[in-house]
């Protein structure tokens, strides 16, 4: 479909936005050109971001000196001398088993980590899943063209192609997915080596021993986290007074104990004035936000993790027309059309927040418009999860937009150590916290600080989706011993009591 042949799609970006929206507008009937210039599907998600942080460790990195446990506790480890999890489950695995399986009766005499082969099965993993979008572009036909493409006119794209050629590929509708990119800070080189950005702190070749992260959102915890739980000593620098901002206010504040507790520390209203690689490390001159005394803070590596910025380089946007806001994001109408007729634009590109779920969300309603149906995305009730230990997930309203919406409303709480399951697997650490409307008892918001809180989410999420109660939730039959009784009784405790506390 590239070359001459028109298109009635034509993608440019084949991240999670870009690739869902080629295969939902192939699997409509629409003859589809996914273009990306990377080389592999799945862009900044599944090549640096989402998959590589966390899927690692479920498979690989951390080796167990299996003979003496399985001598303790008598498992065979699907006949391997050696057994391994994938990096911020690994670097888990390993806190686990330093720091808690003693008292759960399970001994080793050596547990170590093998940092190259934790790198090399998250590669594997990542390539494993490249790959099979391919295979689910082949499946549903979408054409992929791998290059760099740039708008000639609002119906063709030129393509720089990978193995050096130029196409032209024409569509009568194009959508631009090109996702987002790492935001320096002025006077801050990322050299990927001593000062790097999320994509380098997923490849560090050996275990820093001082770590100072510049930026407390979830990427920069994230991160952080993988990397005390292996040994390094991890300190946050954060200009604003609170570690991710979009949090609500009383989980964050528990949450950033949890992270002390591990024994990460924080460096709030502080600002990096610069920073000194001339040495084997880097020195980094900080200052009080609001202005003072600067101090040096010495570190290994620095990983820069103050957001990501739109990514529309070298795109020609201005060839034609398209509009951007200040910050670069394309602006878009609530059929994800930019002011220039036929021209779409999804995903971390548009406002909004920069999700991989939410560009998904984008992608498909976004080719339901464009084949005459109705796409629809809530805003509003898109999760969100740090995957750290434990998670926090949270939908919805939290606290402090409920009070200066001026709506009355209810709080129901219920905490993990009043709850079975957590208690028999002796990881309590967190609670259930319920926002609910107090006239009709409508679910606001729901935030949930819990080992797999990722998971125990989605069913606040289809709550919120149906405009349920939190009577709904309280009088729905929960499964027992299972986490998610504690959502169960935070529901109950909104509009009367729970029964475990
Ligand atoms: P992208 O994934 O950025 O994809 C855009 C693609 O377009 C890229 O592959 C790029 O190469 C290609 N491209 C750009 N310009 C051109 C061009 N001119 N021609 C051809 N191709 C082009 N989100 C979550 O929901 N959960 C998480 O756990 C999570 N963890 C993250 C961890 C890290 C370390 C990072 C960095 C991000 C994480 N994110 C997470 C955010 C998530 O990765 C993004 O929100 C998501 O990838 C956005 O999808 P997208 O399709 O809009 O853009």
């Avoid at 080189?189 to 490849?203: F, Q, W």
Wanted: proline content about 4%; glycine content about 10%.
């Amino acid at each position: 479909a590239s070359g001459s042949d028109e298109n009635d799609v034509v993608v440019i970006g084949g991240g999670p936005g870009g690739y869902v929206a080629a295969i939902k507008a192939a699997q409509l009937g629409l003859k589809t050109t996914c273009i990306e210039k990377r080389g592999t599907l799945g862009g900044t998600c599944l090549n640096v971001g989402c998959i590589p942080s966390k899927v690692r460790l479920s498979i690989s990195p951390v080796r167990f000196r299996v003979p003496d446990m399985r001598a303790c506790v008598g498992i065979d480890c699907y006949g391997s001398d050696e057994f391994a999890f994938a990096l911020l489950h690994s670097s888990h695995m390993y806190h686990e088993a330093t720091h808690s399986f003693a008292s759960h009766g399970v001994k080793f005499s050596s547990v170590e980590v093998d940092l190259p082969a934790m790198m090399a099965q998250k590669d594997k993993a990542v390539g494993n899943l490249t790959k099979g979008i391919e295979g689910l572009f082949k499946k549903n036909k979408v054409t992929y063209v791998k290059g760099y493409g740039k708008f000639v006119s609002p119906t063709e794209v030129s393509v720089d192609t990978i193995e050096g050629g130029n196409t032209v590929v024409k569509g009568k509708n194009i959508i631009v997915a090109t996702g987002s990119d790492v935001k320096s800070l002025p006077g801050i080189v990322i050299d990927e080596k001593k000062v790097v950005s999320s994509t380098g702190a997923l490849a560090l070749s050996e275990i820093p021993k001082k770590l100072v992260v510049i930026g407390a959102g979830y990427i920069g915890l994230e991160m952080g986290s993988v990397w005390a739980r292996l040994g390094s000593q991890v300190t946050v620098v954060e200009f604003a007074p609170d570690i991710v901002p979009t949090m609500d206010g009383e989980i964050r504040k528990q949450f950033q104990r949890t992270l002390e507790k591990q024994k990460m520390k924080f460096m709030l209203k502080t600002k990096v004035v610069s920073l000194d690689t001339s040495g084997d490390g880097v020195k980094l001159i900080l200052e009080p936000a609001a202005g003072g005394n600067q101090t040096i803070l010495e570190a290994d590596v620095v990983l820069v993790s103050a957001g990501r910025i739109p990514f529309t380089a070298g795109l020609g946007l201005d060839k034609i027309g398209v509009e951007t806001d200040k910050a670069g994001r394309i602006l878009v109408n609530e059929r994800f059309v930019t002011n220039v007729p036929g021209v779409h634009a999804i995903g971390d590109v548009i406002p909004g927040p920069m999700l991989a779920h939410k560009a998904e969300e984008d992608g498909v309603a976004c080719v339901e418009f464009i084949a005459g149906k109705e796409g629809h995305v809530d805003y509003d009730k898109v999760p969100g999860v740090v995957y750290t230990h434990p998670e926090v997930a949270s939908v919805g309203k939290t606290e402090e937009q409920v009070k200066a919406l001026g709506v009355d409303y209810r709080v129901g709480k219920f905490p993990f150590l009043a709850n079975s399951r957590a208690k028999a697997i002796d990881d309590a650490e967190g609670l259930v916290k319920i926002l609910a409307e107090k006239e009709t008892d409508k679910i606001l918001g729901v935030h949930i600080m819990a080992p797999n809180a990722g998971e125990l989410i989605h069913e606040a999420v289809l709550a919120l989706s149906y405009d349920a109660s939190s009577e709904d939730i309280a009088r729905t039959c929960h499964a027992h011993p299972t986490m998610s009784e504690a959502l169960k009784e935070a529901a109950m405790a909104t509009y009367d009591k729970p029964i475990h506390i």
